[in-house]
């Protein structure tokens, strides 16, 4: 695993340095994305990125090619959550949640997940158009 690769983008004029948290992610992608909250905090468990790492490998295996996941939604504060109509115990808020979605069917998406320790012990709810993962209590939707 790479780490401490830092490298700088540009957050609402602000630069923030880009930190790798894992082989294929970066801490910016779980930052809030509501609009005068928190300043696009963006705490993460280590569950969960080690768990998305296992997802993205149980899904390239599975389309047999290197097969990227986005991440829609991270870590959202209480105001954003709010916001966004998200339950007050989303596992959103306590970073232990993402919504994500790829070039996969989502339902192929649901699959894959089941075959990953911490999600299958964790919550996976499907959506149209993407998956959430948390590394909280077992429950699907
Ligand atoms: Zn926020
Ligand atoms: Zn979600």
């Given at each position: 695993m790479q780490k401490a690769n830092v490298r700088l983008y540009l957050k609402e004029g602000v630069n923030v340095p880009r930190e790798q948290m894992s082989e294929h992610f970066y801490r910016d992608e779980f930052a809030?994305?509501?609009?005068?909250?928190?300043?696009?905090s963006a705490p993460i468990s280590e569950k969960l990125i080690d768990g998305l790492e296992s997802f993205r490998k149980a899904l390239s295996s599975y389309v047999g090619e290197d097969t990227p996941v986005h991440i829609n939604s991270g870590f959202r504060c209480k105001k954003h959550n709010t916001e966004e109509g998200g339950?007050?115990?989303?596992e959103h808020t306590n970073a232990n949640a993402v919504d994500v979605s790829s070039d996969v069917p989502v339902v192929i998406m649901y699959e894959c997940a089941l075959n990953v320790d911490v999600f299958r012990g964790g919550g996976i709810g499907l959506y149209s158009n993407r998956l959430h993962l948390d590394v909280g209590r077992k429950r699907r939707w």
């Open positions: 809030c994305k509501g609009e005068h909250c928190c300043n696009g339950e007050d115990e989303s």
